[in-house]
């Protein structure tokens, strides 16, 4: 029973919001002060709380419990024991007056351990958090001004080129074209060494060629059939001939079949158009294009070999290495027999029953547009599913695909691939298990395609690990060699990131600007067939920086709108989480994860906010779109902490 106190309890004057109207969530924050009225910390501190709730009526509310005098203070606090009620040791102990705390769902009257969400402090931690609190969130985040070492460029230095570029894709590019723009004299040099399996391309580099675009386009195309076969009768559309009728309550099966020749050589002529592009645009920008593999000499020579083996030299004052990376062989018996995502798109013919090799997101994305597109797939997953990534989001991806027919062969690597007299490929498992695929697919790792590049002979630095670059602010351990994108240690492999490092970096060198490439808080998409987009950290991420108790996360499941008339999809939800530091004053957003349609749509917008510092407060302050996914995003108020269910209802 809750004991009776003589303690006048009083509300904040200035408190406007209704409490039964208010969701504790989206309400201002509620702070209980208790003190004794003679005491003058506690008058100083009422006062101040008093004058900020005047200040922000609709972020902060204020309740006082004020006691008579100091004995009956204490008797309450400690002989009585309120103070046990509080989570940490440093509540538990707290003698001194006042004492403050956060509320959970503001209970009126008499102090109620029921009302606690967090002990904050004393007086000193009180004004603290007031500063805190009044503190505005930085429109946008500082950025270094970088630190680089003089490279010894000067206008007349004699070289052949003021740059030189080795790799033409999306970071040799950008940063070609924007030094080109800035007036500097550019090189730049893109030659495709054939993979394993005899495949190469044109100009442009992995995201336009074996990457993002081919890969989004199959991907494209197996939404495209899984919408035909799970959706298309729900809205009553049907094969000529077949009643909707006849369909409702069974499971409808639109016949359908995927011509392989047809979406590759679509997207193949597409890809072709984009290479022409790129050698134009290059020349539109009076960037020199070499189809040359490039190797160092010596910090300022650059040794070139085109397709027939002849050989030359050119000579830079800058060389930026922007030659990315190459699909990691598969490392056993008959290795060699497995193709990589530099084969896939090009394949003359379906790849049949495929097993793809790894839980990366290529692998993952790889069998789920083959699965999608009819293919039988496997995939063979050594630990865990995209390591790296938010846990729960990555098991609601591979839920999602076991229950659309792709399977899983976990706690397994392959340790044989033979080749069997109707070229299929037989597969013994280093569990002893063994089966026979028309494809493998290895998608265990990217390695930086660094190893013949001369990089020792200039000493420039590379991590024995993964031979990626290791750079401060791009510059390598040679100072007038730069690396921006795949190759660089600690850059996130995205064609975005390196785009905007690669012009960033044309900027400093030959544009005077100080704007350094802020690696932080970058969205990413997985295009599996749930598609899964996130930007900051994981839940794993925020607890290992922040602490189990310095986070919160609210997240939902539901079903989206497009999925709600079919039968085929209700086995299906879209999930939505953030993670927000909990101490900070209107809980700063350090996480964004969304599992459902149209995922990499949805959280580009969100990834400016972040950027931004965007706070709980302010994201739940946003009206929603209606009726859309991303509106979850912004109406999110289940706490993890509360054990709720995170399935929501209607609207
Ligand atoms: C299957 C797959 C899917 C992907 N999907 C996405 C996605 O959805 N979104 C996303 O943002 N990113 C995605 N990526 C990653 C993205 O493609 C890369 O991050 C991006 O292409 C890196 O650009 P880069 O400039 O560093 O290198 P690259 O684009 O790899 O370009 C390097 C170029 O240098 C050339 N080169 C290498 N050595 C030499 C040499 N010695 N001389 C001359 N030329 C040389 C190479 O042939 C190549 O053309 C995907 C990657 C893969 C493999």
Redo the contacts with the bound molecule.
């Keep these: 029973m809750h004991k009776q106190y003589h303690c006048i309890s009083k509300d904040s004057v200035h408190y406007q919001v209704s409490p039964l109207t208010m969701s504790p969530a989206a309400g201002p924050k509620v702070l209980h002060v208790a003190g004794h009225s003679s005491c003058g910390f506690y008058n100083r501190i009422t006062k101040c709380l008093s004058s900020v709730s005047l200040l922000f009526p609709n972020r902060l509310r204020v309740i006082e419990h004020e006691f008579d005098d100091r004995t009956m203070y204490r008797q309450w606090l400690v002989e009585d024991g309120f103070r046990n009620n509080f989570c940490d040791q440093e509540g538990k102990e707290h003698v001194a007056c006042p004492i403050v705390w956060i509320s959970n769902n503001p209970i009126d009257g008499d102090p109620d351990p029921a009302d606690i969400e967090k002990y904050l402090g004393g007086h000193d931690a009180t004004l603290d958090w007031c500063r805190d609190f009044m503190e505005p969130a930085p429109f946008a985040p500082i950025k270094p001004e970088p630190e680089t070492v003089n490279d010894g460029h000067k206008a007349d230095h004699g070289y052949d080129y003021d740059l030189v570029v080795?790799?033409?894709?999306?970071?040799?590019?950008a940063a070609a074209k924007e030094a080109s723009i800035l007036g500097a004299k550019v090189a730049l040099?893109?030659?495709?060494?054939p993979s394993p399996q005899g495949t190469t391309w044109g100009?442009?580099?992995?995201?336009?060629?074996?990457?993002?675009i081919p890969?989004?386009l199959f991907h494209i195309g197996a939404t495209l059939r899984e919408s035909i076969h799970a959706d298309a009768n729900f809205f009553g559309i049907s094969s000529v001939g077949v009643k909707p009728d006849d369909m409702m309550g069974q499971l409808p099966n639109m016949k359908t079949e995927t011509h392989w020749n047809v979406i590759k050589d679509n997207i193949e002529n597409y890809i072709r158009s984009l290479n022409f592009k790129y050698r134009v645009g290059l020349r539109e920008k009076s960037v020199q294009y070499l189809n040359?593999?490039?190797?160092l000499k010596d910090a300022h020579t650059v040794e070139?070999v085109d397709k027939k083996g002849n050989v030359s030299q050119i000579t830079a004052s800058r060389v930026l290495v922007?030659?990315?990376?190459r699909?990691t062989p598969l490392d056993c018996d008959g290795g060699n027999l497995a193709i990589s995502?530099?084969d896939v798109f090009f394949l003359n013919q379906d790849p049949g029953k495929t097993l793809c090799v790894g839980a990366s997101?290529?692998s993952l994305?790889?069998a789920g547009f083959l699965a999608g597109i009819g293919n039988d797939v496997t995939v063979a997953v050594r630990s865990i599913l995209l390591r790296g990534f938010d846990r729960e989001c990555s098991e609601r991806i591979g839920d999602y695909m076991k229950e659309h027919g792709v399977k899983f062969k976990t706690q397994v690597t392959p340790s044989k691939l033979e080749k069997l007299e109707d070229d299929r490929i037989k597969v013994t498992f280093s569990d002893g298990t063994d089966d026979v695929y028309d494809t493998v697919l290895a998608?265990v790792g990217?390695t930086a395609?660094t190893a013949?590049?001369g990089l020792e002979s200039v000493n420039v630095v590379t991590n024995p690990k993964n031979r990626k670059i290791m750079t401060k602010f791009e510059q390598s351990s040679c100072p007038n060699i730069y690396a921006?994108?795949?190759?660089?240690e600690g850059?996130p492999?995205?064609?975005?990131?390196?785009i905007q490092a690669?012009k960033a970096l044309a900027r400093r060198l030959f544009g005077g600007s100080k704007e350094s490439m802020d690696y932080v808080n970058i969205c990413?998409?997985v295009?599996t067939p749930i598609e899964y987009s996130c930007v900051g950290l994981s839940e794993e991420d925020a607890i290992a920086k922040h602490g189990e108790d310095g986070i919160e996360v609210y997240h939902r499941e539901f079903l989206p709108l497009e999925w709600s008339l079919s039968q085929m999809r209700h086995d299906s939800n879209a999930f939505a989480k953030i993670v927000v530091d909990k101490k900070s004053a209107d809980e700063k957003v350090i996480g964004m994860h969304y599992v459902g349609p149209n995922a990499g749509e949805i959280m580009q917008g969100y990834g400016v906010s972040m950027k931004n510092g965007l706070t709980y407060r302010q994201l739940v302050d946003t009206v929603g779109i209606h009726p859309t996914s991303s509106e979850e995003l912004v109406t999110l108020s289940i706490t993890k902490s509360s054990g709720a269910d995170a399935a929501a209802g209607g609207c």
């Design positions: 080795i790799g033409g894709g999306s970071g040799g590019m040099c893109d030659f495709v060494k100009l442009g580099g992995t995201c336009v060629n074996v990457g993002c890969k989004k040359k593999l490039a190797t070139v922007a030659v990315g990376g699909p995502s530099d997101y290529i994305e790889c998608a990217r395609d013949k590049l921006v994108g795949d190759v660089m850059c492999e995205l064609t975005p990131v390196a690669g990413t998409t295009f």
